[in-house]
Each structure stands twice: as C-alpha cells, then as structure tokens.
C-alpha cells in the first residue's frame, strides 16, 4: 500500500535561518505530492504540490521537488520566519480508480524563535 | 478560509452515545472526503462520496458511516462511541472525483469521557 515517511520533529530554528523537512513515499503508482501545513487550532491548508516527476512546487516562499527516483518530496525554505511557525505534513494521492484519498505523513512540528 | 464548513467545532459525549457530525463542500464541489486526525494513528482516511455515492472506504469502522445528501453536505455518524475515538474528525472536499487538490474544513473535536 501506499504511505508516507518525514522526519521527526519536533524542528525548532531561529527566525532567518533555512528549513529542510525531509519527505520520502511509497506509492503504487504515479502519484502526486502535496505539502499541507496546520495552524494551531485550524484546520489543514495546501501549501504547495506537484503532479508529476520533476514538477517543482512553490508557495509563500517554500518550495519542493518532486523527485521519482529518489521517491522524496522534501519540503524547503530558505528565510523562515515565526509566522511559519506550524504542523507540516505531507502527503500523496494516488488515483486508485476514482478515489483521490489523500495518505499523510505523521506531521513535523516547526517551531521558529525571534 | 477554505470554503468547507463543519460543525458543532466541539462535541463531548460520553461512552456508548453516538452523534453526528455535519460537513458542507465549498460551494460547486461534488466529492467530500472523511479523516480521522489523531494522536496515536496520525491522519487517517474514513470514507470519500462523490455526488451522493460512496466512491472509497478507508479505514471505517462498522460503527460508523457516513451519507451525502442531494444538496451534497455529508454527516458523519458515529456510535456506540468508545474512549479510542477522540479525536479530531476533518472533511475535506475538491471539484470531482478526477480532482488532485482537497480542501479542508476546520474539524470538530470529539470528547468521549
């Protein structure tokens, strides 16, 4: 079946400083990407995605490649600040038929400090 | 904001009750998905309808399902509630069945003591 493996956090950075967070799936098919970030007490947002291999998705300054021979999809920031501060997960839809049901990671808490 | 809609925000019942939980799509969206957020399973997969017809299950259990109304919001009922089901319940909806990106609601949090 398919599933989804990211780092552990929590990650803690100062604000200014870059973010990886690393994302790897298995999937049966060809798949495609999406980063989703939580607010505390919200709801999930999409932040970015990618349909295909190679696609680069980009949103608010993060950015992800989706990458098919490595199977990873690792989220980036290069300057982040304390409003980034959040749960990010990612995730993968593979077709299955007609069911686009999303599979996530288990989250990564980023916490930024001033 | 994202459109999609859910309530009551908070529910806490106790152990055996059942209870519904109500979910309206972004306005012109057909499919509405199901998950269940929580500490121990993470982000799971309940159950996806697509214009009133169930497409997918995740992992449901028997003591729960769900329905899609011709107006397209969905419920999802859950009972003889269990100390296990706290949890964090989200809908999520997206155009169609052919559609990539889902939107989600706010959740409702349910208390079972």
């Known amino acids: 079946g398919n599933s989804v493996t990211q780092m552990e956090g929590p990650v803690t950075l100062s604000e200014e400083a870059f973010l990886t967070i690393n994302c790897t799936y298995t999937?049966?098919?060809?798949?495609?990407l999406f980063w989703y970030v939580q607010y505390p007490g919200e709801g999930l947002q999409l932040l970015l995605k990618?349909?295909?291999?190679?696609d680069k998705g980009s949103n608010k300054g993060f950015e992800a490649t989706y990458r098919k021979e490595t199977t990873s999809f690792h989220l980036e920031k290069g300057s982040v600040q304390v409003s980034d501060s959040a749960v990010y997960f990612c995730a993968l839809s593979d077709s299955g038929g007609s069911n686009y049901k999303l599979t996530f990671g288990k989250g990564t808490l980023l916490t930024v400090n001033p | 904001d994202s459109g999609v809609t859910q309530t009551p925000k908070h529910l806490i019942t106790a152990t055996g009750q059942r209870v519904t939980l109500r979910c309206s799509p972004r306005s012109g969206d057909l499919s509405v998905y199901w998950y269940q957020q929580s500490l121990d399973q993470g982000l799971q997969f309940l159950i996806h309808?697509?214009?009133?017809?169930?497409?997918a299950k995740g992992n449901i259990l028997e003591r729960f399902s769900a329905q899609q109304f011709p107006d397209l919001h969905s419920e999802l009922n859950l009972s003889s509630l269990e100390l296990g089901d706290s949890a964090l319940y989200f809908c999520a909806s997206s155009e169609g069945t052919f559609s990539y990106e889902q939107y989600f609601g706010p959740g409702t949090r349910l208390t079972v003591t």
């Open positions: 999937a049966t098919g060809y798949p495609s």
């Open positions: 309808y697509y214009n009133g017809e169930e497409r």
């Open positions: 990618a349909t295909k291999a190679d």
